[in-house]
């Protein structure tokens, strides 16, 4: 077990030595440390492999840590689902360390359930806010609920979570409004499903 799956954008202008992934606890100042040994975007991993992309925008990204993480950290592998249809109303979880209400960063992991909304309405919500006409590909996945629940500064990279498995990638909200909290604003994430090949290649075939 030495592979996270995380968002690219997390990695902007990051160095290697400066990195660190903290496993085996859902308090932060608990957890255990471990460094990357490399990590691979799906973009550049395309390109190594010579597949023509159909999105420019793939934030999505593989970190192949220095060593695997034992049994001692009481870490558990993440089971990831290749076959989750984002179906309308069906019942999700989003995980993180996202700043909280009072603005603070949180020390301990956060748990919010929400639903999905399907990426045609998602598009008619996101495009009423915003004005102009956005629409949801397949490598998205929508999730709203009432009250609203939202992705903040630090849940980017956390996963999307049904009955247990992950089905998706955090990357944070939408439309880009001044006002960063609104409650018709939507939460975006990467479907698992749509980069299985590439998350696949990586792990049993980067040994």
Known sequence: MRDVLTSEHCFYGAIVEGIKILVGSIKLSQATQFSPEWWISYNKWAVVNGIDTQHYDNDIV??????????ETNARIAMLSYSFL?????????????ILNNR??????????????ANDACGDRVTALD???????????????????LLQFGDSGGPLIHNNEVVGINIGTCPVLDVVI??????????????????????????
Request: net charge negative; charged share 25%; glycine share 6%.
């Open 86 to 98: 984002p179906l309308r109303g069906t019942n999700v979880e989003i995980v993180g360390w996202g």
């Open 131 to 149: 004005g102009d006409r956005v629409t949801f590909d397949s490598r998205y996945i929508c999730t709203y609920t009432e009250p609203c629940i």
């Open 182 to 207: 609104h409650p018709a604003k939507v939460n975006i994430h990467l479907a698992t499903r749509y980069y299985k090949r590439f998350i696949q290649d990586i792990v049993y075939e980067y040994l």
């Open 62 to 71: 593989v970190i192949r840590l220095l060593e695997e993480v034992r049994g």
């Open 104 to 117: 603070n960063m949180s020390d301990v992991l956060q748990i919010a359930a929400t639903e999905i909304l």
